[in-house]
């Protein structure tokens, strides 16, 4: 069967047009929360933030993180097929590079409503500061982004137009070679966001050598869970090649699931041991601090507990449900990596420097409001609609097809 001719998936792959309606009309009142944020954000600034002078940084931030290690993840996935040629998952090769340059969308958009004046984005790239860790962010940003770009081109092309068996290995040798570049790149970027973090020498909470492999982990773990969930709810055939794939993709999201939990005790229980300094008592704050059920219900229960029953015991759908859940509740992991860091003085005493005669403003305490919510749900519902758009429109999901289609024609 020629590329032109072979079946596209259809819709949301799910029985009933009433649970379609259903999730349909979820997503709407999600864009219409969405849009109203968005336009209160780009009218009245960050006025409706939960912000201090003290506090300059909240869930936007821990969005654009956590949406970027979906990105990282998802494309780092994708690399098994085109570096490393491995067959097991190459069905899933543009599936994963859309969903990369989906949630990389959804990630730049979370940190573009956290500037103070977005409409100076732009000035990093024509008065840079070479040493600012934040400035070469943006460049492997727009590095990874154009990378990705090619990489879709070169993977989609054989899907829409009749390519030459010259043509395809050509585009295969493109391929490896743009995904050979993407493998440090994208290690570079999320590690670098680790090292964002981990720089900040005020900052004790995130001043640790540890960050970046932090971030490298949870983006591999987040990422392959998300793509584990698609396809198992997505993919428009349930035949035993399908099977196969899900048993390989749950094994990988496990294994990293265990890595994360390593990565975890180590970081949690090493400043904690004697219990001095700030960093120990901000460890507590996350564990046993009135947000505690954040750690120990969202992450722990929900994200690490149930997900490794579900993925080790249960069928194929359970299986999908695990690994939804791990990278949902990832998010919690992020809240609790930005906003325990914020909370404590830079210097002892600071807290009580100064009296704001207006009060509220100077002070070390953070919840977010209802308004920064709903801009993150707007996030949420473009990046839902954009890889409904991908889905349903870009042949992103073709059975039977390889990274070497050419060999077959």
Do not use: C, K
């Not at 100076?120 to 790239?125: A, D, G, H, K």
């Amino acid at each position: 069967m020629s590329a032109t001719t072979q079946p596209r998936p259809g819709l949301l792959p799910v029985r009933g047009s009433a649970l379609r309606i259903g999730l349909f009309a979820a997503w709407a009142v999600a864009a219409i929360v969405g849009l109203i944020g968005i336009g209160e954000r780009i009218l009245l600034g960050e006025r409706l933030t939960a912000y201090s002078s003290y506090i300059p940084w909240g869930l936007w931030v821990a969005a654009y993180i956590f949406f970027i290690g979906l990105s990282a993840g998802a494309f780092l996935l994708s690399s098994l097929v085109y570096v490393f040629g491995v067959r097991q998952f190459e069905r899933i090769g543009p599936l994963a590079l859309f969903t990369a340059a989906v949630t990389l969308a959804m990630a730049l958009l979370s940190i573009l409503f956290d500037l103070g004046h977005m409409e100076r984005f732009w000035e990093v790239f024509v008065r840079p500061q070479f040493r600012s860790m934040m400035a070469w962010m943006v460049w492997l940003y727009t590095a990874y982004f154009v990378l990705l770009i090619g990489e879709l081109v070169f993977a989609l092309r054989r899907r829409v137009v009749r390519l030459s068996p010259a043509q395809v290995q050509r585009d295969d040798r493109w391929l490896r070679i743009l995904g050979t570049i993407g493998v440090p790149l994208a290690i570079a970027f999320h590690g670098g966001v680790g090292a964002l973090f981990g720089t900040v020498v005020a900052r004790e909470y995130w001043n640790t050598a540890i960050f970046p492999i932090i971030f490298l982990s949870g983006a591999l773990l987040s990422g392959s869970a998300l793509l584990t969930a698609i396809v198992v709810f997505l993919w428009p055939t349930r035949d035993q090649a399908w099977r196969e794939l899900v048993r390989g993709l749950s094994r990988i999201v496990i294994g990293l699931i265990l890595l994360e939990l390593i990565l975890e005790f180590a970081e949690f229980t090493i400043p904690a041991w004697y219990q001095i300094g700030s960093e120990a008592g901000l460890i507590s704050f996350v564990l046993f601090g009135p947000y505690w059920y954040v750690f120990w219900v969202i992450y722990g229960l929900m994200g690490v507990v149930v997900p490794l029953i579900l993925l080790t015991r249960g069928g194929i759908v359970a299986q999908g449900i695990g690994a939804a859940l791990v990278a949902v509740t990832f998010f919690a992991v992020r809240l609790n990596l930005v906003i325990p860091g914020l909370i404590t003085p830079e210097l002892r005493g600071l807290e009580r420097a100064y009296l704001d005669p207006i009060g509220g403003r100077l002070v070390y305490a953070y919840s977010p409001s209802f308004f920064e919510w709903q801009v993150t749900i707007g996030v949420v519902a473009f990046g839902l609609a954009l890889f409904y758009l991908g889905y349903r429109f870009l042949p992103l999901i073709q059975n039977g097809d390889t990274i070497h289609e050419g060999s077959a024609r």
